[in-house]
């Protein structure tokens, strides 16, 4: 039974835990630290977690769930800035965008703690206090990657946690996840960033162009390519091998792709927009595509 979650890190994902809990479990007290004392303003104007505190020792004290919400290459030393002070049977889980190293990382700084790791599939290219809305989490994936040998319990404690948000909870291993996540979001964040910055380069009259004229296509990347750049340097260094070898398969598609067109092999070029088509269908059949009209593209407080 979770009565008070500690959320360390009050941007656009703690936040939004903070206003979630507000609005869908009134019944759980929170409280929060971030090491900017300039988010601890913000977080205390609108009320993001009830107690905003001076240090994460205080945050954490008599929490039965503290949430690390940081950016991934920080979890460590987040982790470690409250270990002396964690209480006794309290979980602790995080959010980040991958699994393994965050665990690994969790493990080193809370040896013999219950550790429960977990990525809510859900964001947008915001970042900050201002950012987060009590419905991020709605209708969305959150993936949780225990270890073999976690406590059963604290499972279905974090599992009803997140389902209370609004989350539909998925259980996987974490190198699992990590080699989904590497296809389904971190590489083609790296096709945004990279079509972006080529964009940028060009020449200066054809750059302007490409911002005058950007159509869907491009325009989705721009958004894409927004996202915070502390945030992905972290996530691409942390999932280096499943980003690497998913990469190598893209390039491999992509080489076959420019033969098609330089021979002009049309068939080719058929069949994989035809099944890309197909999939796009099959995701919005299975209410995968969010259907929040404005999504990502405006302030959602
Ligand atoms: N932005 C997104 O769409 C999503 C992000 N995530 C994951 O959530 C985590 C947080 O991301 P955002 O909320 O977007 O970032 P954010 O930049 O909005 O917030 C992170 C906050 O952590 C604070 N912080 C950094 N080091 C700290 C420390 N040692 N102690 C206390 N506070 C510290 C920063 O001051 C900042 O306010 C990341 O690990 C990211 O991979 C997961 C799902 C979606
Ligand atoms: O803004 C978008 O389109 C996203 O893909 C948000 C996002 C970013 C990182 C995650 O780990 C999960 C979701």
Redesign the pocket.
């Known amino acids: 039974m979770i009565r008070k979650v500690a959320i360390?890190?009050?941007?656009?994902?703690?936040?939004?835990i903070g206003l979630a809990i507000r609005e869908h479990a009134a019944g759980i007290s929170t409280a929060g630290?971030?090491?900017?004392a300039g988010?601890r303003d913000a977080a205390k104007a609108r009320g993001l977690v009830a107690n905003v505190c001076e240090t994460?020792d205080e945050a954490v004290r008599a929490a039965d769930l503290v949430i690390?919400?940081?950016?991934?290459g920080?979890?460590e030393?987040?982790a470690r800035?409250f270990a002396d002070a964690l209480p006794g049977g309290a979980i602790v889980s995080?959010?980040?965008?991958?699994k393994q190293s965050?665990g690994n990382a969790l493990a080193a700084a809370l040896p013999g703690r219950t550790i429960i790791p977990a990525?809510?599939?859900?964001?947008?290219?915001?970042?900050?206090?201002e950012?987060?809305f009590s419905s991020l989490f709605t209708n969305r994936w959150c993936i949780l990657t225990p270890g073999a040998d976690a406590d059963p319990h604290a499972v279905e404690a974090v599992s009803a946690f997140w389902t209370k948000l609004g989350a539909n909870v998925e259980i996987m291993d974490a190198e699992h996840h990590d080699l989904v996540l590497a296809v389904t979001s971190h590489i083609p964040h790296l096709i945004a960033f990279t079509i972006v910055g080529t964009a940028s380069d060009l020449e200066e009259v054809t750059r302007s162009e490409v911002i005058k004229y950007s159509a869907g296509g491009f325009r989705d990347f721009t958004r894409i390519a927004a996202?915070?750049p502390?945030?992905?340097r972290?996530?691409f260094l942390s999932n280096k091998s499943a980003v690497l070898e998913m990469l190598g398969r893209f390039s491999e598609d992509l080489t076959a792709l420019q033969r098609a067109i330089r021979s002009g092999d049309g068939d080719t070029l058929h069949d994989l927009f035809s099944r890309t088509r197909a999939i796009r269908r099959q995701v919005i059949e299975e209410g995968q595509d969010d259907d929040r009209p404005d999504f990502g593209r405006e302030d959602h407080s």
Do not use: N
């Open positions: 360390i890190g009050l941007g656009l994902l703690g936040g939004s630290y971030d090491s900017d988010v994460a690390l919400c940081v950016p991934v920080a979890m030393e987040a800035s995080d959010v980040g965008s991958s965050v990525h809510p599939v859900a964001g947008t290219e915001q970042s900050g206090p950012a987060g996202s915070d502390v945030m992905w972290d996530v």
